[in-house]
């Protein structure tokens, strides 16, 4: 390892590592396991890549502090031995996958660094769980905490459990279904305070003004919007469509989205989530981040009522920036064991911003790169993989 730069990396100041600072753990060794074509950055993460070892679980399992996962996967009654995944594999829905992922992380240095995961939002979007599973962690989408690191010498393996619900995946090796984000110092030091938040501008907008200490809820949004092709659209709900593997590495607009979704027309202020039904909707309130503040969304409770709500992945800096009105989060929801309906405005998820650990650069590039994404779009709903409606 490069010790001066392992120095730099205990001076960084705390906050979320920008995509400059993930490239010093790579230059440091501290992130390991990828070749030089396949590593991806974000602004504030990092994309993880499956590996070829995949097991069929009999049922998820988490790890624990004490042992590495691969001493939970030799024991035969969690899982059934599948083989690799090198040229492709089908995930089946309603069935349960571990597969092994490239990277690795290095922690035989005392780094004062944390680590969490989540889905990124084209699987998430597909109805499909992800969650990271990582040695020496009790926890699911998080890295083990220092104390563990400076017990446990080498390398921390990491994997990720899937579970498709809607509809069957095709994945193969390289497959970026997760992503990873770094803190400098522990997270709760790089939360923005109620006083801080407001040196930064209106990070929200479009809702009321209902800032907690270092939160802003998100509400659902039913008004019905024109999406082109003469559809106007509240929401989607998921099609059980089982006859077609979507391949998560397809390229952008090759599905007709028609085979997949049916548009939900709300005109009563409120939409009927069905039992076990899939439905994706957008906030109210529209973000508007600057360079220096990254987000993390999550349920106000893992099940709100007879629902499921999730956001999949996180909001870099400059999400909605150069758009003068902000842009929505997409959120995908579930109904579990009845009918229940999902009111125009109701409360369904909070956000929490968090500062950078360093600043973000040369913002004229990243207006031309924010033009040029599809997670900039949120008006469309669904996964970039799609077409647009009725093309």
Request: negative net charge; charged residues 25%; contains cysteine.
């Given at each position: 390892m490069n010790k001066g730069l392992i120095r730099e990396i205990n001076e960084f100041r705390p906050g979320v590592l920008s995509s400059e600072q993930i490239q010093d753990l790579i230059k440091a060794e501290i992130i390991t396991g990828y070749t030089e074509n396949s590593v991806s950055i974000g602004l504030s993460s990092l994309d993880l890549h499956l590996g070829d070892k995949i097991w069929e679980m009999r049922g998820g399992i988490k790890g624990n502090k004490e042992s590495r996962y691969n001493e939970i996967l030799k024991s035969s009654k969690y899982h059934k031995e599948i083989g690799d995944i090198s040229n492709g594999f089908e995930l089946k829905y309603g069935k349960t996958y571990v597969i092994e992922l490239q990277e690795k992380v290095r922690f035989s240095e005392k780094l004062n660094l944390y680590g969490n995961a989540t889905g990124k939002s084209t699987i998430g979007r597909?109805?499909?769980?992800?969650?990271?599973i990582a040695d020496y962690s009790d926890h699911y989408d998080?890295?083990?905490?220092?104390?563990?690191?400076?017990?446990?010498?080498?390398?921390?393996?990491?994997?990720?459990?899937?579970?498709?619900?809607?509809?069957?995946?095709?994945?193969?090796?390289?497959?970026?279904?997760?992503?990873?984000?770094?803190?400098?110092?522990?997270?709760?030091?790089?939360?923005?305070?109620?006083?801080?938040?407001?040196?930064?501008?209106?990070?929200?907008?479009?809702?009321?003004?209902?800032?907690?200490?270092?939160?802003?809820?998100?509400?659902?949004?039913?008004?019905?919007?024109?999406?082109?092709?003469?559809?106007?659209v509240s929401a989607f709900k998921a099609l059980n469509n089982i006859n077609c593997?979507?391949?998560?590495?397809?390229?952008?607009?090759?599905?007709s989205p028609e085979e997949f979704w049916e548009p939900m027309?709300?005109?009563?202020?409120?939409?009927?989530?069905?039992?076990?039904?899939?439905?994706?909707i957008r906030s109210?309130?529209?973000?508007?981040?600057?360079?220096?503040?990254?987000?993390y969304g999550q349920a106000m409770t893992e099940n709100l009522?007879?629902?499921?709500?999730?956001?999949?992945?996180f909001a870099h800096p400059c999400f909605?920036?150069?758009?003068?009105?902000?842009?929505?989060?997409?959120?995908?929801i579930r109904g579990h064991n009845v009918d229940t309906f999902l009111r125009d405005g109701?409360?369904?998820?909070?956000?929490?911003?968090?500062?950078?650990?360093k600043q973000l650069k040369n913002l004229e590039n990243l207006k031309k790169e924010a033009k040029k994404e599809d997670y900039q779009k949120q008006d469309q709903f669904l996964s970039k993989i799609f077409k647009k409606w009725g093309e």
């Open positions: 597909l109805d499909t769980l992800t969650r990271l998080e890295l083990p905490y220092p104390n563990i690191y400076r017990e446990k010498d080498g390398e921390i393996n990491l994997y990720i459990e899937i579970t498709p619900i809607t509809f069957n995946i095709k994945v193969k090796k390289g497959s970026k279904l997760n992503q990873l984000r770094f803190y400098s110092g522990s997270p709760s030091l790089s939360l923005l305070t109620k006083e801080h938040y407001n040196h930064f501008g209106e990070l929200l907008k479009g809702g009321p003004n209902n800032t907690e200490i270092s939160y802003n809820y998100l509400s659902v949004e039913l008004t019905p919007i024109d999406i082109k092709g003469g559809q106007i593997a979507i391949d998560i590495d397809a390229p952008e607009h090759t599905y027309l709300c005109k009563e202020q409120a939409l009927l989530i069905k039992k076990e039904a899939f439905y994706i109210k309130e529209k973000l508007h981040l600057p360079e220096d503040v990254a987000v009522g007879e629902l499921r709500i999730h956001y999949a992945g909605g920036y150069f758009h003068e009105g902000g842009i929505p989060l997409i959120f995908e109701e409360r369904i998820a909070r956000i929490k911003y968090y500062r950078m650990s």
